[in-house]
């Protein structure tokens, strides 16, 4: 399965979007391919129906997803997910989630304040215990009950 991201980037972008990002769950016969949106002044049903017809558009000529499947187009909402490396920059000071796919200091998840980035790693106080997670090491992350 090609980067989706990769693909989808450009079409959001260019109608004046943030991809915020890219899930795919695929089950054994059916799977949700879900696209994160975003812009300054917020995200609504409109909107996403725009670029839900945009990407259906461009999935019947790439054909990246050789199963059947729904697509998602949504806004990140309150408990935003992080998908990329800025974004642990960009929400500095604020409470998240992370679940790690490989323990560290015997502990997969760590929920606390985002401390910004040190070269590829993510930093997290939680309970004033600074921890030093590798961003290649996250499965999944996002803020609480922020923005």
Avoid: W
């Avoid at 991809?19 to 949700?32: A, D, M, S, T, W």
């Avoid at 019947?60 to 990140?76: H, T």
């Amino acid at each position: 399965m090609q980067d989706l991201t990769a693909l989808f980037q450009p079409v959001v972008e260019s109608m004046g979007y943030e991809l915020v990002g890219v899930e795919f769950h695929g089950g054994e016969h059916h799977g949700i391919l879900r696209l994160y949106i975003d812009r300054e002044k917020g995200i609504t049903v409109d909107d996403c129906a725009a670029v839900s017809h945009q990407i259906s558009a461009l999935l019947d000529v790439e054909d990246p997803i050789p199963q059947a499947f729904d697509l998602e187009v949504s806004s990140p909402g309150i408990n935003r997910p992080l998908f990329k490396l800025p974004d642990y920059e960009r929400f500095n000071g604020l409470k998240a989630k992370i679940k790690l796919s490989v323990a560290q200091n015997g502990r997969k998840n760590f929920s606390g304040i985002l401390m910004g980035t040190k070269q590829e790693n993510v930093l997290i106080n939680v309970d004033n215990e600074m921890f030093e997670l590798p961003f290649h090491d996250i499965a999944k992350a996002n803020l609480v009950g922020q923005i």
